[in-house]
């Protein structure tokens, strides 16, 4: 019927100016459609607007009516029962409107955010605001049911919130075919679970381990470090084949000192083939501060390659011993290559007075060499900066 009546129209501008040149007709008809285009673009920036002045107004009453209250709650020193925070809040999950949870939400994460900072946030009664409110409830379903872009948003929403997270609810997202939501489940599933929250550390985290996902498991693993002891992460190092992976894993265990493993990954040099995780290696067990280490290095350095011999360098500058320093100073005087002096020249200043009255002794033995002396100024210089 609609065709009909819009062909009957088309028909009838179309005979209105028969009779025209092909120009007219076709600047007439450019002329509606442009207008129409206008007229379209206009109605949809009215409606946009609106529709911001809309949300606008709706954060604006919501926060009124929310803020003081939660923020009243959260930092009360006595514990509130999940029935005295409705009341409180005057709000019924049931009979809510769509809208208002994402708001609510918005409110409660600021509110916590504020007193978090402050010191003064209440556990037990921010998590019994959560359950109040049903906001729990509200963005795990959205998790199961929504598209990509808003079941990533919620599984970041409920990774903020930090109150647990059901791990069946996340299966599905932990596999999914999109790698942002399935990398996004699967750090919420290792910030969040209870039960087994390596899991998929074990499995490497992910096929596509990228920088992004470094960040993310960072931040998790000092999370997990805050709540108690971390596992000893030597053996995702063990079970790995991705190298990018193990060289994260191999810098977070100097980062998180786990000092029982030292003797682990001189075994795990041994075996392990790929230059650059074992470079890492060696700079690990230099964080790790294992003068043990000290001989079993100097002895692999004429045999390593050029980047495992640079981190054996970096690692003898913070093992601070006559036996390092020596070896240094061999080395040194060994080595033609100007940028591997200046490595092993600021490697030898780091043994504090002794090193530096080494350099100075170094310095002392050129005859005629201008660019060393131009280093050994340089690498002095550093020391006065930064002592200052």
Not at 213 to 222: E, Q, V
Request: hydrophobic share 40%; net charge positive.
């Amino acid at each position: 019927m609609y065709y009909d009546y819009y062909l009957y129209y088309l028909s009838y501008l179309n005979s209105l100016y028969n009779g025209y040149p092909l120009i007219v007709r076709m600047t007439v008809f450019m002329v509606m459609g442009l207008t129409l285009i206008i007229v379209s673009g206009m109605l949809r920036l009215f409606y946009v607007g609106l529709m911001i002045h809309l949300k606008s107004k709706r954060v604006a009453k919501t926060e009124i009516h929310f803020e003081d209250k939660l923020l009243f709650v959260m930092k009360n020193k006595a514990n509130y029962d999940v029935e005295e925070i409705q009341q409180l809040l005057e709000y019924d999950a049931a009979n809510t409107k769509r809208w208002k949870p994402e708001i609510v939400t918005d409110v409660v994460l600021s509110s916590k955010n504020q007193l978090l900072q402050r010191g003064e946030l209440n556990e037990i009664n921010y998590k019994n605001c959560l359950l109040a409110l049903n906001l729990m409830g509200f963005w795990e379903k959205r998790i199961r049911t929504s598209g990509v872009e808003k079941r990533r948003a919620a599984l970041q929403i409920v990774g903020d919130m930090d109150n647990g997270v059901n791990s069946g609810i996340l299966s599905k997202s932990t596999f999914h075919k999109n790698r942002y939501i399935r990398k996004t489940a699967r750090d919420l599933y290792t910030s969040q679970d209870t039960y087994h929250p390596f899991r998929f550390m074990e499995e490497n985290f992910d096929d596509e381990f990228t920088q992004l996902d470094k960040l993310r498991l960072h931040a998790t693993l000092i999370k997990r470090s805050n709540e108690g002891k971390l596992p000893n992460l030597m053996r995702w190092v063990n079970s790995s084949r991705n190298p990018n992976y193990i060289i994260f894993i191999l810098k977070e265990i100097g980062y998180f000192k786990q000092y029982e493993v030292a003797e682990t990954l001189m075994t795990f040099l041994e075996k392990h083939e790929n230059r650059e995780v074992r470079a890492q290696a060696v700079l690990t067990l230099g964080e790790l501060n294992d003068h043990a280490c000290a001989l079993d290095l100097i002895a692999r350095y004429a045999l390593e390659s050029t980047v495992v011999r640079i981190a054996i360098i970096k690692t003898m500058g913070k093992l601070k011993s006559k036996v390092t320093l020596s070896f240094l100073v061999d080395a040194y005087r060994a080595t033609e290559d100007a940028n591997t002096k200046l490595l092993i020249a600021r490697a030898i200043k780091n043994h504090d007075q002794e090193g530096d009255l080494v350099l100075r002794q170094l310095q002392g033995e050129l005859h005629g060499n201008e660019k060393e002396h131009v280093l050994f100024n340089q690498v002095l210089a550093e020391k006065t900066l930064v002592s200052l």
